[in-house]
């Protein structure tokens, strides 16, 4: 067993910490001590062991992630509104905006009324277009995450997610297009299951894969999250399986 | 010289100048998550403390002090979110649950058993001390960084860091993973 300040010592001296003085102490303590030599070869393989794992490389899409989340800029720089009213001051470009402007209104007036109307996507809107989706949740009563991931053809809804009290999990999709296959939730939750919808009551924290398989190329679910019967978040997951997006370059 | 560019990005960022910061992402989002991913040993707890730092790093920037070394600032930021991150979980009573049952994405790369045993191991220490040593060890900072990183003393640095890597190496070789 070795005194505190040998001990010290050698950690220092591996560190590369020690003073020249420090140094000599260290390799005359190293001649003449049999358990410090133990002590400090044991030491210098813990940190070779350390040293030689490897380093994870993160996920290409997680630059994608954490720029998507960044807060919009409060720079200085116009606004678009601000430069747009700029613009519009120039009068010799009046002319030409009231005609631009019209053709613009015209389409969209043709777009609105010609083809199906979108989907109203809730509170916080589409997510993402890929094969992994994700998103925070941050509200006063639950906190976590939700992620979506296609995997070998099964849609995987996880939620993780913190709560002090209870809440519910809610699953919307075009019953025609995916079929509810399990859950995987390791707390006290009830499921509730019926075409086009699943619900997970928690008690407070909840963990849990749910899995879909699905036909449609482009299946799209709601997740929600429900406090005392009220929606208090919503996203839409939008999945392409078949392309794999990585915009990380 | 690295210092004197990433606080160059920071201004950069500040000025509102997005693809700065997107530089700073590319520089760190390695580090940050390895630091994360050997605090929970969990690849997706990783990414989401990950993410959560830069939302944060971005939305404190005009806080950061260029006197100090941009890294260090963000490691800060790093160190707390996971010990936070930490924290939400125990008081959920599942961190332990789900440490041990298996479920867990496990990073592989590399000797999987080797990097298994190891994180097991640093799990078996308690936060304070698997922080100092994921700072010292597998980020290979100074004790002067990690003083600044944990608020503490650099002697009260050294002493727990020494403290750890006895119970770690006493952790590893009930394993047998030091004297193999």
């Known amino acids: ?13 591996m560190d590369g910490t020690n003073s020249p003085r420090d140094s000599k102490r260290v390799r005359e303590i190293l001649e003449r001590n049999k358990a410090a030599r133990e002590v400090y070869a044991e030491l210098k393989k813990l940190s070779a062991t350390l040293r030689n794992v490897p380093k994870v490389d993160p996920p290409r899409s997680l630059k994608l992630r954490i720029l998507n989340s960044l807060p919009r800029p409060s720079a200085a720089t116009p606004s678009f509104w601000d430069r747009l009213s700029d613009f519009v001051r120039i009068p010799v470009l009046r002319t030409a905006y009231t005609f631009v402007g019209g053709a613009v209104a015209g389409i969209v007036l043709f777009l609105a009324f010609s083809g199906t109307p979108p989907d109203s996507s809730g509170l916080a809107g589409t997510i993402g277009h890929s094969a992994e989706v994700s998103a925070r949740v941050d509200l006063p009563e639950v906190s976590g995450s939700i992620r979506g991931q296609v995997v070998d053809g099964t849609i995987q809804v996880q939620g993780s997610l913190q709560s002090g009290r209870e809440f519910t999990l809610r699953v919307l999709f075009p019953p025609a297009d995916a079929r509810f296959v399990r859950s995987t939730a390791d707390q006290p ?6 075409p086009g919808q699943v619900l997970l009551a928690a008690r407070n924290n909840l963990t849990t894969t749910l899995s879909f398989v699905s036909d449609h190329q482009t299946p799209t679910m709601t997740v929600q999250i429900l406090v005392d019967g009220t929606t208090r978040f919503e996203q839409r997951l939008v999945f392409e399986p078949e392309r794999q997006t990585d915009q990380s370059h | 010289m690295r210092q004197e560019e990433d606080s160059d990005l ?53 806080t950061f002090d260029p006197k100090y070394k ?14 936070n991150f930490l924290n939400r979980k125990r008081d959920f009573d599942r961190f332990d649950e789900t440490l041990h049952s298996g479920k867990r994405e496990e990073e592989t790369v590399g000797d999987p058993e080797m990097t ?25 900072l100074s ?28 952790v590893l070789m009930k394993k047998g993973i030091t004297n193999a």
Not at chain 2, 29 to 50: C, G
Not at chain 2, 117 to 137: C, G, M, Q, S, T
Not at chain 2, 146 to 168: G, P, Q, W
Request: with cysteine; charged share 30%; hydrophobic share 40%.
């Open chain 2, 143 to 170: 004790y002067r960084e990690i003083a600044y990183i944990l608020d503490l003393h650099e002697n009260t640095v050294k002493s727990r860091l020494f403290s750890a890597r006895r119970v770690l190496r006493r």
């Open chain 2, 70 to 83: 941009f890294f260090s600032w963000l490691y800060k930021i790093a160190v707390n979110e996971s010990i």
């Open chain 2, 10 to 62: 920071v201004r950069q960022c500040l000025d509102g100048n997005q693809k700065a910061f997107e530089e700073l992402v590319d520089r760190y989002q390695k580090p940050v998550f390895n630091l994360a991913l050997r605090f929970t040993t969990d690849r997706e707890d990783a990414e989401d403390i990950t993410q959560t730092v830069f939302v944060k790093t971005f939305e404190k920037l005009d």
């Open chain 1, 189 to 194: 939750s009830t499921l509730e299951v019926s």
């Open chain 1, 1 to 13: 067993m070795l005194d505190k300040r040998t001990y010290d010592l050698l950690n220092q001296e």
């Open chain 2, 116 to 140: 298994l045993a190891i994180n097991n191991a640093l799990l078996e220490l308690k936060p304070d001390y698997r922080i100092l040593v994921i700072l010292n060890h597998f980020q290979e």
